[in-house]
């Protein structure tokens, strides 16, 4: 898809985070959490980077490394939330019921956000690609992870809480098929104001589309409101509000420099509130396609590892994923049709392959991939 092939090209070599494109953007899906809205969107960002640090999936979040990568206090983290959601889901009297039989329930800032981002659905528009690499939208309840546990360990006699998460499917390969690039050093700076990051957000994705406009076309014209909404600027007089957004703007110039943002305005006369955004690309360095690959090897891996569940091949033959996944004898339509389904999702419509394809019968005899940049 021209749009994400672009999106790869046009940030500077930094360190990069895939978002699934949808949420990224959505101000209803994070508006519904409140208060909450920008931790929240804080840990949802710093899952989506944390999968793709592991090509099988890194499922289990742990907070101090969280802290760590996205510069938050710990302290801040392990804080108890005063109205936590799941106090409010289950009522107060069952809340405390189970806290008192020893249950051990997510009250802290950090676990609130989880627990809103598990079971606090929200009804958004929602595109993603499917098997043939076409993108879809249907109106849906999300939720951006399925499954949430806590699991304890102990270390040097202290009990440490660990966080066993299972990811939206959808959201899951839409980090390789339909995402948002961001920026993860600068996005962090943002951590304390939902303004600054819906802003961000919107910023990010409206810089791709005008990327791929022709030159003399690369202006932004969103509408005044719609900017006083994603900076959070309510119940102002005009004046004031522009004022507001502009101080939001010159926030984001300084925290999110590679981001190339300038804002004018246009009008007649003194009173000009038609809000004009356009982007400095000039210093962008051209990136290769490894990520792009990283993100087909892995939807890949995760295609393989459902497949190997579903067939059950533990239970039948006993036989590891690794020795199943080389043994050409056992389905191999199966494993042609994963890697198929997980190339033309990461890759688009446009370079589409069928099952017969010479990258997939070279992945079955050599058990490594053709035309691969991550190990040239």
Known sequence: MKEEANALSIFPKTELTRVDRNIAISGKFFSHFGKDEAMV????FYLSDSYQKD?????????????????ISPSLLRKKHTAPYQKIKLGEAEFERRKAKGEKMY?????NALYQLTFNSADISYSSKNDDGTVVQENISFTFLEALK????????????????????????????FFLLTNKPEFAKLTGSAGQQDLYMYLTNLRVILYNKPEDERRGLPHFDLLCKRCRVFGMEPKLAKSSIIRMFKALQQKCPSLGVN????????????????????????ETP?????????????YI??????????????????????????NVEEKRLAYVRAYNK???????????????????????HLYNPVYR
Do not use: C
């Not at 009250?107 to 676990?111: G, K, P, S, V, Y």
């Not at 804002?263 to 051209?286: C, H, I, M, N």
């Not at 394809?357 to 058990?367: A, F, G, I």
């Open 41 to 44: 969107r804080t840990v949802m």
């Open 55 to 71: 090509l099988w999936g890194y499922e289990t979040i742990d907070p101090y490394r969280m802290a760590k990568s996205m510069d």
């Open 107 to 111: 009250e802290t800032i950090f676990e």
């Open 150 to 177: 806590i699991v304890s360990q102990k270390a040097r006699g202290k009990s440490k809480h660990l966080y066993s998460v299972k990811y939206n499917t959808s959201a899951k390969e839409n980090l390789t098929g």
């Open 263 to 286: 804002l004018d305005w246009e009008g007649e006369g003194r009173w000009k509130y038609t809000p004009v955004v356009t982007f400095d690309y000039s210093q962008f360095a051209t």
């Open 290 to 302: 490894t990520d792009q690959f990283k993100g087909f090897e892995r939807l890949f891996n995760e």
């Open 305 to 330: 590892k459902d497949l190997y569940i579903e067939l059950k091949i533990d239970t039948k033959s006993k036989m590891t994923i690794a020795k199943w996944l080389v043994n050409n004898s056992l």
């Open 346 to 368: 990461a890759f688009g419509e446009k370079n589409k392959i069928d099952i017969y394809d010479e990258r997939v019968t070279y992945w079955l005899n050599n058990h490594k």
